[in-house]
């Protein structure tokens, strides 16, 4: 070919080389271009494809690497290699101090200096690691490689707030925390990554019941997890399928990932940090000193409202005030209940909705009902918890049972005014309770709650919790719904 002639396509133009040698040439070079071309490169690349497959997700032995010669805290943002989750120095500040937020008192000291701490109360034990971790799903091992010289140290944490009730801990599986030398602690490698931390919590417990739902697991989440803005990913350690698609929008709210659940198959999970258990402050409360972005009942409450398209109330009725009145079955019922809502209806021109069990199923539905009411009247029980949507200023009267002042003074007296709510305890007296008429005003169950107390919760349960009913005194009764329209007349909404 002429080297003066016109070229259709720039390729064809270059200078003699070794992949496009002259013409005369061409027949020497051959073979040696053949090898080169069709035989040596593409097995350079399979070995290139190989090596790069074998090495992906190897998170464990890239920790091995970093962590041997370089420390700890050169993990931290560096680029991506060798399958390592890169975190930017930005992010990173960022989710310390995330992290640190959960961390109290003398831990912030044990933090800073390692990366890890454990706070442990009556309640609960928190448990907040700003280091990457390696999770085993199947064996609820949560893995802390560390440049740490010391043996290995194992830790056993049980991820629901309710320390105190052996009877719930008991059926909480625990997590084991496994810190040191990669070399010592062998964490299996890794097969899913995540580019945000893990908060590891326990559906077990008593969530059955809507009480304990809400209080040992959605205001401790909201507490935890709110202030990572749902740039955290929620690892279920046990898991309740109806309790998860109750409260499914909670989780959705809080979290921008879809969850974690440890169901018993072999998958290992890596986190750049973790936190392990939930914080809990009180039935139904909140201690705004305790919490990372001073949030309060308040800021729970408008949390849960959002979530279930509630309506908020900004005028309570005090013309002609709804009453809520929490219907039972099978115990704690009112015997005279049809009694109860005609003298409300007809001598106190008050309107009354029956809530039966059923109606708390849905509950987007039911807390617009509750949102509707000014006063909750119901015996002490999981159906009072819905008071967490009525508006600010309604009443809350209680039912107390016989033998069991001290459940309803704690679990929802106590926190009623914290929640923003007037409170009234309606006791009940001897002759108002089914027991009386059953057992008689002797027998010790009447007359002596706590030496029933003494034999044990099982003894407690039967005897009160399962084994009573009321016929409330309807002229007494009445005196406490006056009391609770006067409140209504003091309460003043705060402006939405």
């Known amino acids: 070919v002429s080297g003066a002639r016109t070229c259709a396509l720039p390729i064809y133009c270059r200078k003699p080389s070794f992949f496009f040698p002259p013409r005369t040439e061409m027949e020497k070079k051959e073979p040696v271009r053949r090898l080169v071309v069709y035989t040596l490169l593409p097995i350079f690349i399979v070995v290139l494809l190989f090596y790069d497959y074998n090495h992906q997700g190897s998170f464990s032995s890239s920790y091995s690497e970093h962590l041997d010669n370089e420390g700890q805290q050169g993990f931290r943002g560096r680029k991506e290699k060798d399958g390592i989750v890169p975190v930017e120095e930005a992010e990173s500040s960022k989710l310390h101090l995330r992290l640190r937020r959960l961390v109290r008192g003398n831990d912030l000291a044990e933090f800073e200096a390692t990366g890890f701490a454990c706070d442990v109360n009556e309640f609960t034990e928190v448990c907040v690691i700003d280091r990457p971790v390696i999770f085993d799903k199947q064996s609820l091992t949560l893995y802390v490689p560390s440049d740490d010289q010391d043996p290995p140290t194992k830790r056993m944490v049980k991820p629901y707030p309710r320390r105190e009730d052996p009877g719930a801990m008991d059926i909480v599986a625990p997590v084991q925390i496994v810190r040191g030398k990669v070399s010592a602690i062998t964490p299996p490698p890794c097969e899913k990554m995540h580019h945000v931390p893990a908060l590891l919590f326990s559906y077990a417990g008593f969530l059955e019941n809507p009480f304990h739902a809400f209080n040992e697991v959605v205001i401790p989440l909201f507490l935890t997890s709110r202030h990572f803005e749902s740039q955290v990913q929620f690892v279920f350690t046990e898991y309740r399928d109806q309790w998860a698609r109750k409260y499914s929008e909670v989780v959705k709210q809080l979290s921008s990932f879809e969850p974690v659940i440890a169901d018993g198959n072999r998958t290992v999970h890596c986190f750049p940090a973790a936190a392990v258990g939930l914080r809990y402050h009180d039935n139904l409360a909140v201690n705004r000193s ?10 729970v409450r408008e949390f849960l409202w959002n979530i279930y398209n509630v309506t908020v109330k900004t005028r309570l009725n005090l013309q002609k005030p709804k009453v809520l009145l929490v219907s039972r079955k099978g115990s704690r019922m009112f015997l005279n209940e049809d009694e109860m809502v005609k003298m409300m209806e007809q001598e106190l021109g008050l309107e009354v909705h029956r809530a039966l069990p059923n109606d708390t199923m849905s509950l987007d539905k039911f807390a617009q009902i509750v949102n509707s009411c000014e006063i909750m009247v119901g ?70 709650p706590a030496a029933i107390w003494a034999k044990g919760y099982a003894a407690v349960k039967e005897a009160y919790v399962d084994g009573q009913n009321f016929r409330i005194n309807l002229s007494r009764f009445k005196g406490y719904l006056l009391e609770a329209i006067r409140l209504l007349g003091q309460s003043q909404l705060p402006d939405f």
């Open 290 to 299: 305790e919490v990372p972005e001073g949030y309060t009942m308040a800021s």
């Open 379 to 448: 015996a002490h029980g999981a159906g009072l918890t819905n008071a967490l949507f009525l508006p600010t200023g309604a009443v809350l009267i209680q039912v107390v049972p016989l033998g069991l002042n001290w459940a309803s003074d704690h679990y929802f007296g106590k926190p009623a005014p914290g929640i923003g709510l007037n409170y009234l305890r309606y006791k009940v007296l001897r002759n108002e309770t089914s027991l009386y008429e059953t057992y008689g005003p002797d027998n010790p169950i009447v007359l002596d």
